[in-house]
């Protein structure tokens, strides 16, 4: 099997004119051998190693389909650009993307901002966007009928993990969330979530991307008595929230995850305090033994030495659903004929059911399942 091939190159400088965006669209954007599946998003720095590690998982399903062929005799290709999750750069690189690179498709990009920046860009070009990832409720409503999300939306998620938390006698509980638009917005879907049962959170903190007021936001966490935070930090970020709130006194609260929290890199950073650690992840558990297509995952992993776990099996299953929409769009493949695809798309994926076709709006699975992590980084169901 051919290495990993996505090209993670810097953020382009400036952009096209996007009647250039609208001329390549109608052009149709793709070749008689070759698709080009264009993807943004922050791949440097706490909140980029994660994202790496996705789209390498996305890349183990690209490759293999390659190696058989392709689809309909045409090799996928994915290009990838850097934009610091700055919806300036992230513009930029979906018309460098289009016009530079020649994407038929945008697949896996990153971020609330960053999508909601590009959503008129999307809907005026016609060019189908699959997969996001860490993109907010309201950038996915905003992205209409342009973008199509594998994963559940972060109102799921936090509804499930309140729920949890409440069922076993949970009441005092915090957020904790990434300074930045998408941050913003899953404080306020937490405090929905905690409305529902008649609570508020007894604190709501704020954290940058280079975890620079950790120490602060933990201080301020321990200081209120929380029974359990809920974390909604990439990367390194919430190791370093739980730290600092360990630092400050608050060695017994428990720490609930949402999806985008890399468990093993925390444990990494917080040791025996990873006991209480628990994630709700969006992909089934990448170490099944009953289910072929993770088994067939796991063994392209090891191969190519892509790390096993939650953030590169999600790629996997993201790229999974993108191979089999272009599948559905046949080789006379247009823009218009993937759209089509993908609003009749519904399969069952690695274990988990990917809808498109519902009245769930653009959100093609429901699924969601808390883990627990171990100080050594392992997760258990």
Partial sequence: MERRSFLAAGAVAGSAALGGSRAWAQGGGVSDTEIVLGQTGILNGPLGAPIRVVLAGAQLAFDAVNAQGGVAGRRVRMVSLDDDL??????????????????????C???????????????????????????????????????????????????????????IGVSRIAIAALDNPGGAEVIQL????????????VAAVSVKGDASNAAAAGKTLAESKA???????????????????????????????????????????????????????VVPYPWSESDAQTREYRTLAERSQVPVGYLSFEGYVNALV????????????????????????????????????????NTGSRFIELVRVTPEGRFLR
């Fill in 86 to 107: 700055s919806p300036e750069k992230a513009v930029a690189n979906y018309n460098a993307l289009l016009n530079q690179h020649q994407a038929f498709a945008f697949f």
């Fill in 322 to 361: 993108m191979i089999e929409a272009l599948r559905r769009a046949g080789r006379e493949l247009t823009r218009p004929r993937l759209h089509a695809a993908l609003r009749t798309l519904k399969l069952r994926v690695a274990g988990m059911d990917v809808d498109f076709t519902g009245n769930g709006g």
């Fill in 190 to 201: 937490g405090e929905a979530a905690l409305a529902a049962q008649q609570l508020k959170p």
């Fill in 227 to 281: 029974q359990a935070v809920i974390m909604y930090l990439g990367g390194t970020v919430g190791g370093e929230l739980m730290k600092g709130a360990a630092a400050a006194g608050g060695q017994s609260q428990m720490f609930y995850g949402m999806s985008i929290v890399p468990g093993d890199l925390t444990a990494k950073l917080v040791g025996k305090q990873t006991s209480g650690l628990a994630i709700s992840q």
């Fill in 109 to 167: 990009c990153v971020g609330s901002g960053t999508t909601a920046a590009a959503a008129s860009l999307l809907t005026q070009t016609g060019v189908p966007m699959v997969a996001g990832y860490a993109v907010s409720d309201s950038a996915r409503t905003k992205a209409g009928g342009a973008a199509y999300f594998v994963r559940a939306t972060f109102a799921r998620e936090a509804q499930a993990l309140v729920q949890h938390l409440t069922t």
